[in-house]
């Protein structure tokens, strides 16, 4: 079944470290997008993709980092730069840059102490 | 810029009622609208979309919306609640502004009475 695979479901990591969160689409979609969730903040967009090795900032970019090697993954780190990183994180992706329709994954639940 | 308004943060409906969620956006051309809904701690599922034409659109699990240019709405609507409908309901638009990204509204809580 073609998908969107996070991992993993649940962090925890210590203030000051880095760490990344993975996504996985075996969609062949060309786009791809990391949402932060808080609660009563709806999604907010990090930074997307639209195509391979090519990736924007979103409205709260700050203190994350991404790439995108290869059209499938496109992995999230959270640095320790990053003030408040405890969150719910969400990727998605669509099929390319002309579409809005987004399937999401299953999300990464962080938690930093 | 776009923006998406969801005036309820939460709703409890009693299980056989109907259901109507809100939802205004904010865009100068016309939108492509999408709602999406979010059981605790899992991902978005899309519900339905709207991007032009017949501006009432059939989603799944019995839910349906409607494009209302003239009131800049997009409301979800369903004739009879189920108890497994309780969950987090999203508004979105598509923004331009950002490659084909979605601007989502906070969301609307819906709890099912029996």
């Known amino acids: 079944d073609g998908g969107i695979t996070q991992s993993p479901k649940y962090l925890f990591r210590k203030e000051g470290q880095n760490v990344t969160l993975s996504c996985e689409q075996n969609?062949?979609?060309?786009?791809m997008y990391w949402y932060r969730q808080d609660p009563g903040q709806g999604l907010r967009l990090i930074y997307y993709s639209q195509i391979v090795n090519d990736f924007q900032k979103g409205d709260i970019a700050e203190g994350y980092s991404v790439s995108r090697e290869k059209k499938e993954s496109f992995p999230l780190t959270v640095t320790s730069a990053q003030k408040n990183p405890t969150a719910f994180y969400l990727c998605a992706s669509s099929i390319g840059t002309w579409s809005y329709e987004q399937y999401f994954g299953p999300g990464t639940r962080l938690t930093v102490t | 810029a776009q923006s998406v308004t969801q005036p309820d943060i939460h709703i409890t409906v009693s299980e056989g009622a109907s259901l109507e969620l809100r939802c205004n956006y904010s865009?100068?051309?016309?939108?492509?609208l999408f709602w999406y809904v979010q059981s605790p701690g899992q991902g978005l599922q899309l519900l339905l979309k709207y991007f032009s034409g017949d501006t009432l659109v059939q989603g799944i699990k019995g839910f349906e919306a409607e494009f209302k240019r003239s009131q800049s709405s997009f409301n979800l609507r369903k004739p009879s609640v189920h108890w497994s409908d309780a969950a987090e309901y999203f508004c979105?638009?598509?923004?331009?502004?950002?490659?084909?990204?979605?601007?989502f509204g906070k969301g609307t809580t819906l709890s099912v009475s029996s």
């Open positions: 969609l062949n979609h060309d786009a």
């Open positions: 979105a638009v598509g923004a331009s502004q950002a490659g084909t990204a979605l601007i």
């Open positions: 865009y100068g051309a016309t939108p492509y």
